[in-house]
Nanobody, 124 residues
Framework: QVQLVESGGGLVQAGGSLRLSCAAS????????MGWFRQAPGKERHFVAV????????DYADSVRGRFTITRDNAKNTVYLQMNRVKPEDTAVYYC?????????????????WGQGTQVTVSS
């Protein structure tokens, strides 16, 4: 059974940093793009970042570009999201997901597997 487990969320002050992890089990995703999405209370889920199968291509939402970095370690079947200079508006549940293709993109409908999410709360 495929499982994605996010970790690393928590409470952080504005301007601080957090590193989220997403570990996959049940199968390897070395040939798939992987992404991070987030959903704030009362809002829709939005794209945050994506990384291609080999890490050669990344893309970010404008709201996090220059502050967040997505990386992956295929040997560990894990994807990371380094969050720096966080802001209160980054508060959300963060989800990792596996894209159906090798590059990935911002379209959540093209992601086949999702984690359960990890809460990130940024205090001002």
């Amino acid at each position: 059974q495929v499982q994605l487990v996010e970790s690393g969320g928590g409470l952080v002050q504005a301007g601080g940093s957090l590193r989220l992890s997403c570990a996959a089990s049940g199968r390897t995703f070395n040939d798939n793009g992987m992404g991070w999405f987030r959903q704030a209370p009362g809002k829709e889920r939005h794209f945050v970042a994506v990384i291609s199968w080999n890490g050669g291509m990344t893309d970010y939402a404008d709201s996090v570009r220059g502050r967040f970095t997505i990386t992956r370690d295929n040997a560990k079947n894990t994807v990371y999201l380094q969050m720096n200079r966080v802001k209160p508006e980054d508060t959300a549940v963060y989800y990792c997901a596996v894209h159906r293709g090798f590059r990935g993109n911002s379209n959540s409908d093209e992601y086949n597997y999702w984690g359960q999410g990890t809460q990130v709360t940024v205090s001002s």
